[in-house]
């Protein structure tokens, strides 16, 4: 077991991404004590019979009282709210994280909350399924997986590395980041690509000449990644894009200029323009899997294994990753 990094962590929210921060951090050592937050009772307690937390608060204050690290595990919309209700709770010197996909809004909003006396390290780690709750997380959820954190200008040095350290711990590569890059850059590895996502599942819903039941029956292999991402959850796919809009807006300027493009190459029969965007295409493609950011990941291995009935995060040895 590691040497504890914080005493105390505060989890404010805890579904996947709480829970899963909960496990790979017990499998590290990298805290003495858990305390969690959620609004529902069923959640609190469930986070209980798990062992994700020694205390479930009904209150995100009562929560934080003690708490060295607090994460705010929340869609982003909600993150203004917890900031005013924690606020005079915190105690001197912890750090204040999130775990939010877009990062300018809540260095503007949410910073300007927070005493003087805290440290303001917003985060991101890149990772997750289509799946909710508490009893969705697994350690394994941050493995060779990226967080980005997005210090204000006048962090702490050291509470930046303390944070890079944990993050380390629970198994993902760290990178800082400027916040408003770090926005331009998820619109369009992430944000575009979920909202075309969302968008062609409700295209094909809406043919009037293909029913319901034939887009299910005979979903093909990219239809059905696309169904997948559409699956996520949608208050915090909401909350991203209404704050992430001119990033979001900009790239989606630049994705229909390419679509266009495309379809004058299919309507004049241009196969040579359309073999060479395939072909960069896939060799961007080889790039994701050979950095093991694929979907043929331990996230996408268990989270395979968790709907045939298995229990996440307890793979017998010798299983391994499934493409």
């Not at 921060?21 to 009772?41: D, P, T």
């Not at 029969?269 to 961007?284: H, M, N, P, V």
Request: charged residues 20%.
């Amino acid at each position: 077991m590691n040497q504890p990094i914080y005493d105390t962590i505060a989890l404010i929210g805890i579904g996947l991404i709480g829970s899963s921060i909960s496990h790979a951090a017990r499998r590290a050592g990298l805290c003495r004590r858990l305390v969690g937050h959620a609004k529902s009772e069923a959640t609190r307690a469930t986070a209980l019979r798990l062992g994700l937390v020694e205390a479930a608060c009904p209150t995100a204050a009562e929560a934080v009282k003690n708490a060295d690290l607090v994460i705010l595990c929340v869609p982003v919309g909600a993150c203004v709210r917890i900031a005013e209700e924690i606020r005079d709770h915190l105690k001197p010197g912890a750090t204040v994280t999130d775990v939010g996909s877009v990062k300018g809004t809540i260095v503007r909003d949410v910073g300007p909350l927070l005493p003087p006396n805290v440290h303001f390290v917003p985060g991101h780690p890149i990772a997750g399924t289509e799946h909710s709750g508490p009893e969705s997380g697994f350690a394994e959820l941050y493995d060779n997986r990226w967080c980005i954190l997005t210090p204000p200008e006048d962090t702490d040095p050291a509470a930046t590395e303390r944070l890079r350290t944990f993050w380390q711990g629970l198994g993902s590569n760290v990178e800082i980041m400027d916040a408003d890059h770090h926005d331009m850059v998820l619109a369009i590895t992430s944000h575009v690509p979920h909202l075309i996502a969302f968008n062609i599942v409700n295209t094909a819903a809406h043919l009037e000449r293909v029913t319901d039941s034939e887009v299910i029956k005979f979903s093909a292999g990219g239809f059905r990644d696309f169904t997948r991402i559409a699956a996520s959850d949608p208050t915090m796919w909401r909350d991203v894009f209404l704050n992430n809009r001119e990033a979001v807006l900009e790239m989606l300027g630049r994705f229909t200029e390419d679509l266009i493009h495309l379809q004058r190459s299919i309507r004049y029969g241009d196969g040579e323009t359309l073999f060479e965007l395939f072909s960069k295409a896939r060799q961007i493609r080889r790039g994701v899997i050979q950095a093991g950011q694929d979907a043929g990941s331990a996230a996408a291995f268990y989270r395979s294994r968790d709907a045939v009935g298995a229990k996440p995060g307890n793979a017998p040895a010798g299983d391994k990753p499934k493409p």
